[in-house]
T-cell receptor
Framework: GAVVSQHPSRVICKSGTSVKIECRSL??????MFWYRQFPKKSLMLMATSNEGSKATYEQGVEKDKFLINHASLTLSTLTVTSAHPEDSSFYIC??????????FGQGTRLTVV | LAKTTQPISMDSYEGQEVNITCSHNNIATNDYITWYQQFPSQGPRFIIQGYKTKVTNEVASLFIPADRKSSTLSLPRVSLSDTAVYYC???????????FGTGTRLQVFP
């Protein structure tokens, strides 16, 4: 299957700082990417849908000013957690849509805010 | 986007065939059915996708009845490494958001 690379896989940051997570589709172009958050033993929760060249569409309850999403090219979307706090600690996962029917996922980023 | 219902958990033993059924009563004409596998601290991995009837690949089979209101993922001869959470997603991805349900936690015992 297609490859989606997410970086970093693990990051620890201090409270109040910002963290950027990158999501790249390595062997295909992705007009649409999705960002998820996952808590332990829970399902993936959609945060936002990112379309190349336009503003991301955020799900209800997700703060767009806190979770900045940029999808500047067909192979790269970034999620920046701004002014991170311990409650932002979580597992973040991106997904890239290949064509119109298949979505492939990154390996996830474990964010710990101390 | 069609809502899906799956069993929360299932247990099996190595070598057995495992069938996980997903209900999606309000599936739309343009919707595809896709199954993903997720291990702890990893992103979901695509397993199989279908629209109708039966689809088979090197790791699984997907059975879809004529009314498409349900689907069954079949894993032949499971091993310990198949212990994971399996998600059924239904939708037309170019128009729908990719929403995950609760998934089925499969535990394979030796």
């Amino acid at each position: 299957g297609a490859v989606v690379s997410q970086h970093p896989s693990r990051v620890i940051c201090k409270s109040g700082t910002s963290v950027k997570i990158e999501c790249r589709s390595l062997d295909f172009q992705a007009t649409t990417m999705f960002w998820y958050r996952q808590f332990p033993k829970k399902s993936l929760m959609l945060m936002a849908t990112s379309n190349e060249g336009s503003k991301a569409t955020y799900e209800q309850g997700v703060e767009k000013d806190k979770f900045l999403i940029n999808h500047a090219s067909l192979t790269l979307s970034t999620l920046t957690v701004t002014s991170a706090h311990p409650e932002d600690s979580s597992f973040y996962i991106c997904s890239a849509l290949q064509g119109t029917t298949e979505a492939f996922f990154g390996q996830g980023t474990r964010l710990t805010v101390v | 986007l069609a809502k899906t219902t799956q069993p929360i958990s299932m247990d099996s033993y190595e070598g057995q065939e495992v069938n996980i059924t997903c209900s999606h009563n309000n599936i739309a004409t343009n919707d595809y059915i896709t199954w993903y596998q997720q291990f702890p601290s990893q992103g979901p991995r695509f397993i199989i996708q279908g629209y109708k009837t039966k689809v088979t690949n090197e790791v699984a089979s997907l059975f879809i009845p004529a009314d498409r209101k349900s689907s069954t993922l079949s894993l032949p001869r499971v091993s310990l490494s198949d212990t994971a959470v399996y998600y059924c997603l239904v939708g037309a991805l170019h128009t729908d958001k990719l929403i995950f349900g609760t998934g089925t936690r499969l535990q394979v015992f030796p």
